[in-house]
Structure formats: C-alpha cells, structure tokens
C-alpha cells in the first residue's frame, strides 16, 4: 500500500514468489511483463494484492483495502491524493491506521522509516511485528539501502548488490520492500535478488514504445508530482540527449489544484514540457507553466502536441508521455506521425 509504486511493487513480489517455486496468486492494477496476466489464482496461501486506499463503492466509503486482511504488509509511502474524497493527508492516514488495525499480531508490516506521514500513521497504533526499511540509516531500519544501490541488513557488515533491468532510485526502493515482504514468505535474498535481475516491469511504466530514426517514446503511468519528478530523474541518467515530458493534466487531484505549486518543481528534470490545456481548472496553467524551471509550451490539443513535436524533434530526444488515461491516443498517434 503507498502513494506510489504499488503496482510495480506487487509485480516484483508476485514475481519473486513465482520464480522462488511458491505459485502464488495475484491481483496487480497493471498488466505485467513477466507474469502471465494481471491476475491469477495460484495454487498455494500465497496471494499477492495491490493494496488502494480509495473508497470500495458507492455504498461503501471505507478504504478497499481494509476487507483485504493481509498476513504481510508493505507501507511503501504516503502522501495527499484522491482529493475527490479526501480533505487532507490526516483523512488518508486514518484510512491506513484502520488497516493497520485489521492485522493480526503474528503479522509483519514492512514500513519506509523515511517516510513522516507513515511514521505518524504507526504512532497510531501497531499490534504486528514491524520490519523497517530506510535509504538513510535511519536507527529504526532493520534493512538499508544505499547511494551505490546495495542493501544492508542491520548486524550485517556484509552488502548485496541490487541489479535492475529498470533504472531509477524508485524502483530500487520498490525492488527492497519486494525483497523484505518475500523473506517473511520464506524465500532468500539470494533468490529474490535473482529473480529481479530478470523482471522486465509493468507496462506503462518507462515503457518503450517506439524508437524511430533516433528519437525515443516512452509510456509512463505518472500522473502525480512526485512521480513526474523522480520518472524523470531515472530518465534523465539515461538520457543523452533532450529529455521531452508530455504531461496529461487528468486526475481530479491535479485538476482540483491540490498539487499545482508541486507541479512546477518536478518538471525540472525535463529540457522541454509540453502541456495540454485543460479548461475550467481550479488553478492557472500558464502561471504554472512561467515558474516552471525548462521551457513549459501550452498545446490547445493533442494534435498540437504531435504537430509540435514532428517540427522540433531531435535524433537523440527521449519523449516520455505521462498520463494515467488514454490521453486521446496520444502514443500510437504520435508514433504513427513519426514513421510517416
């Protein structure tokens, strides 16, 4: 459960438990590249969940995952979203006291200890066994991960090296909660730290559609301002030449203005952004797009985005289009322009 990564981290620990012999089953909000399908019964008690803490149904408002009942839990991260339904980040973070609630005291949750939003949801109340994760050392973590990407458990001098197909500090953080989650199932980190090495991800996560005469297009799910921010950082390493962000303005909690002035901040990775204007919003895109630190340009419609995009392309730019919608087909539109 978390703000962000939960469908890459449900994918890795479905993963690890899979190629570790343990058959599980799974139910994950994307569809992955190793596994066969987004969902699956399994032949064992394991049963890997994405975890979301939006309401359940009309009739229903409490969070969905306090029916799930889990044996071991991931609290990868918290921040404010679903400003639909929320009023502040104290509103989410009763929501996920009352999961914590829901487990048993032979349960294990494995907490981000960097995190101060869950730091304060487990000053709550927790009647489970915890397990800590930090990439800072912090004094509560019993598994550390650090600046070269190797992991660390605590009264352990010796390091493991965390080899990942995807690049990015975020996905390292999501591959460690993977690994601690699967040693409560048994499996050792010998094994987990294998199977990673050959998890090709999620789809519309840094995925690479296309790459034509020189220019590269990418499908990303990001659609909040901390995932904006760190999908570029992990790109920008790998990005020799321009990194172009084609950003869609679609969730309520973007449109409701609740993180415009976070916005600006997080596109700073990119050399150019291109916006599609959304109208009646509660908060002023070109005064955004002015406080933003590279060239922001505002497009009436998708089609001005293409057309942008054919006259200024570059051999070398990688375009990673961020959205968590259809984004009126934008992908193999634009794909298609490029081979014309």
């Known amino acids: 459960a978390g703000t962000h990564g939960k469908t890459t981290v449900t994918s890795m620990l479905a993963w690890i438990l899979d190629q570790a012999g343990l058959a599980p089953g799974y139910l994950i909000g994307g569809v992955s590249q190793d596994l066969q399908g987004s969902a699956r019964l399994g032949q064992t008690p394991f049963f890997v969940i994405e975890a979301d803490e939006y309401d359940s149904a009309l009739f229903d408002k409490r969070s969905?995952?306090?029916?799930?009942?889990?044996?071991?839990?991931?609290?990868?991260?918290?921040e404010f979203d679903h400003a639909d339904i929320?009023?502040?980040?104290?509103?989410?973070?009763?929501?996920?006291?009352?999961?914590?609630?829901?487990l048993p005291a032979s349960a294990q949750i494995i907490?981000?200890?960097?995190?101060?939003a869950l730091a304060q949801v487990m000053q709550m109340g927790c009647w489970s066994e915890q397990r800590g994760f930090s990439r800072r050392?912090?004094?509560?973590?019993?598994?550390?991960?650090?600046a070269e990407g190797c992991l660390r458990e605590r009264g352990d001098d010796r390091t493991y090296a965390l080899e990942l197909?995807?690049?990015?500090?975020?996905?390292?953080?999501?591959?460690?909660?993977?690994?601690?989650?699967?040693q409560h199932a048994g499996v050792p980190l010998a094994t987990s730290l294998e199977a990673l090495r050959r998890f090709h991800g999620v789809k519309r996560r840094q995925e690479i559609i296309a790459e034509i005469d020189g220019v590269r297009?990418?499908?990303?799910?990001?659609?909040?301002?901390?995932?904006?921010?760190?999908?570029?950082?992990?790109?920008?390493?790998?990005?020799?030449g321009r990194l172009i962000a084609v950003v869609d303005i679609r969730s309520n909690t973007m449109k409701m203005g609740a993180h415009a002035a976070k916005l600006a901040r997080s596109l700073a990775d990119a050399d150019l952004v291109l916006l599609r204007e959304v109208p009646n919003l509660g908060w002023d895109m070109a005064e955004m797009a002015k406080s933003a630190k590279p060239l922001v340009e505002l497009k009436p419609d998708v089609q001005s985005i293409i057309d942008y995009l054919l006259v200024n392309r570059q051999r070398g730019d990688q375009i990673v289009i961020m959205s968590n919608g259809a984004f009126d087909g934008i992908h193999q539109r634009l794909v298609q322009a490029l081979r014309a």
């Open 111 to 116: 907490v981000n200890r960097d995190d101060e």
């Open 137 to 146: 050392d912090h004094p509560e973590a019993d598994v550390v991960l650090d």
């Open 165 to 182: 197909v995807q690049p990015g500090d975020f996905n390292r953080q999501n591959a460690a909660m993977a690994i601690i989650a699967a």
């Open 217 to 240: 297009v990418i499908d990303d799910f990001a659609h909040h301002p901390t995932a904006i921010e760190a999908t570029l950082a992990a790109l920008r390493g790998n990005t020799p």
């Open 86 to 102: 929320f009023d502040d980040l104290a509103a989410i973070q009763r929501q996920f006291h009352h999961l914590v609630r829901t």
């Open 64 to 78: 969905k995952f306090v029916h799930y009942h889990p044996r071991t839990l991931i609290l990868n991260n918290l």
